[in-house]
Antibody, heavy 120, light 111 residues
Framework: QVQLQESGPGLVKPSQTLSLTCTVSSGSLSSGGYYWSWIRQHPGKGLEWIGYIYYRGSTYYNPSLNSRVNISKDTSKNQFSLKLSSVTAADTAVYYC????????????WGQGTLVTVSS | QSALTQPASVSGSPGQSITISCTGTSSDVGSHDFVSWYQQHPGKAPKLIIYEVNNRPSGVSNRFSGSKSDNTASLTISGLQAEDEADYYCSSYITSGVLTLFGTGTKVTVL
């Protein structure tokens, strides 16, 4: 059973860069044709897809965040990471990492989520 | 692209059936069968309960079923139970731009 676990600072100052890491257990980032994803949920709101990185390294981002987002992976550590620059209070949310299938498009495994608050 | 439209809330008594709609456009829900549904209990991560319109992952109760007609997908929960009280989100793949759209979410209340 694949497990994902987010980690990173819970508090980020405005204008700084939000950095989160997702560690994948019982599954390899470099195999299976999966898309390793970041999704966020603003407090009391719905889900918003941020982007994903394909197992071969290509990245896909939500156009509304494209200029501020970078997703990368470290296969040796079986981790993938999210960087979101120039954050504001509007970026305060629970951030989830998740796995999306290659051919299928659903998110079948999710991390527990981590709350990131943007505040000075 | 805007979020897929779901009713804000749906309620039912134990044992009843309820249906949650998810309305998109011909560019998303209506263009393929990559529609999925997620259940989210308070403070928890979303859980996949339906994929590709009407398929259940292993371990998901057969009380959950999905369907689609034109630009609207639907999730039906039959034999409603107290544990089904949660938020439900639909999702659709899109071939360009925002590659994944989520629905606005529906709060299910078991009376």
């Amino acid at each position: 059973q694949v497990q994902l676990q987010e980690s990173g600072p819970g508090l980020v100052k405005p204008s700084q860069t939000l950095s989160l890491t997702c560690t994948v257990s019982s599954g390899s980032l470099s195999s299976g044709g999966y898309y390793w994803s970041w999704i966020r949920q603003h407090p009391g709101k719905g889900l918003e897809w941020i982007g994903y990185i394909y197992y071969r390294g290509s990245t896909y981002y939500n156009p509304s965040l494209n200029s501020r987002v970078n997703i990368s992976k470290d296969t040796s550590k079986n981790q993938f990471s999210l960087k979101l620059s120039s954050v504001t209070a509007a970026d305060t949310a629970v951030y989830y990492c998740a796995r999306r299938g290659g051919f299928s498009r659903e998110f079948d495994y999710w991390g527990q989520g981590t709350l990131v608050t943007v505040s000075s | 692209q805007s979020a897929l439209t779901q009713p804000a809330s749906v309620s039912g008594s134990p044992g009843q059936s309820i249906t949650i709609s998810c309305t998109g456009t011909s560019s998303d829900v209506g263009s393929h069968d990559f529609v999925s549904w997620y259940q989210q209990h308070p403070g928890k991560a979303p859980k996949l309960i339906i994929y590709e319109v009407n398929n259940r992952p292993s371990g998901v109760s057969n009380r959950f079923s999905g369907s689609k007609s034109d630009n609207t997908a639907s999730l039906t929960i039959s034999g409603l139970q107290a544990e089904d009280e949660a938020d439900y989100y639909c999702s659709s793949y899109i071939t360009s731009g925002v590659l994944t759209l989520f629905g606005t979410g529906t709060k299910v209340t078991v009376l």
